[in-house]
């Protein structure tokens, strides 16, 4: 349910980013700082980085000097910005010794709320405090915010899916729009039978809608009533439980978040997110990179009140640096780490090849509410 829509609305972004000339073959244009975005990652393909960057004297920079740098303060020479989004514990095991090991620096953006002591089995993905502070100490990893719950907010009472096992297996904790039930939100993965509605990046969008939560408990009832996973066995399955839903809905149907509360619940973003980095690791954070995509005018400037000073995107957002001067934070452009190996230098990757995995991997990286 909603899949071609999905693949739609990625086609759409994917044709209006706007990628630097050395993905093509070019050369780099002069001062060029390529920004490049990690997630989880693997020993051997990261080494592969590490040493390509290496073979090739790029340097890589830490965040101030790059700010610097972009700001025309120093010229640092032929050189490159890592970061990594999540702080996935991989950080700590594999990247940060191999950092060590190349002698490399790199930023590591980290979601606040999913930082803290374990209250739910998925924190297990994700580094402790203690973890990010090491890093901190390293002296080679600049610790900034990812925003605090890295969240999507249902935005239309439109239901595009409800949660079944191979969902929950095929999707990511961050695919998952925020549930309101019992006046209390879920985060991370739902039960099985929640509905999914239509949803956006809570940073991005400019409404948030409440599901009724009775609508939510008959639907999850409905399935643990009728054998629980296996009812996910049957093929009418989703026509069945679609049934139950609107049933249930026109009899208690949610509501649109007023303004003022979807406003506070966008600056507790940046407010949260701030306020448990001065508690854990002694500092406010000054950088924020958003979560899919650069926010809206609102969160930015909301950032703004909130003390940071500068935004990332990520790949989609890489030519609106052209903008940049439009907007309430300076902002800045990644590129997913894929294209690191088409830099300039010795064993450059081709296009080509990668089109070819871009296609074939085209509907593993499709979300499922947006």
Known sequence: ??????????????????????????????????????????????????????????????????????????????????????????????????????????????????????????????????QLRACVESGRVDVQSHAHRHALVATSRQVVDFANPAALARFDIYDWPIRCVEGQDEFGKPALGTPVYRASPLLSADRRYLENDDVTRSCRDFVDSHGGPQFFVQPDWRSRLKRHFDECAPASPGRFMNADAFEALVASEFEQCRDEFKRHLGYAPHTIAYPWHLGSTPSLQLARRSGFRTAFGVAMDYGAERHRSRLPLPAYGRLKCDWLQFLPGEQRASILGAVRRKVAGFSAVQHLAH
């Open 1 to 130: 349910m909603g899949g071609i829509g999905r693949f739609m609305r990625t086609a759409a972004r994917i044709s209006r980013t706007r990628y630097p000339g050395f993905v093509f073959g070019l050369p780099l244009s002069r001062h060029e700082i390529p920004v490049f975005m990690f997630h989880d990652v693997e020993t051997a393909a990261f080494a592969r980085d590490l040493d390509f960057l290496q073979r090739n004297n790029y340097r890589t920079l830490g965040l101030d000097e790059y700010l610097a740098a972009r700001a025309g303060q120093v010229r640092p020479g032929r050189s490159v910005l890592l970061t990594f989004d999540d702080a996935r514990k991989s950080f700590g095991e594999i990247a940060l010794p191999l950092l060590r090991q190349y002698d490399a620096r790199a930023v590591l953006f980290a979601p606040s709320y999913w930082m803290q002591p374990p209250q739910r089995s998925e924190n297990d993905l994700f580094m402790s405090w203690a």
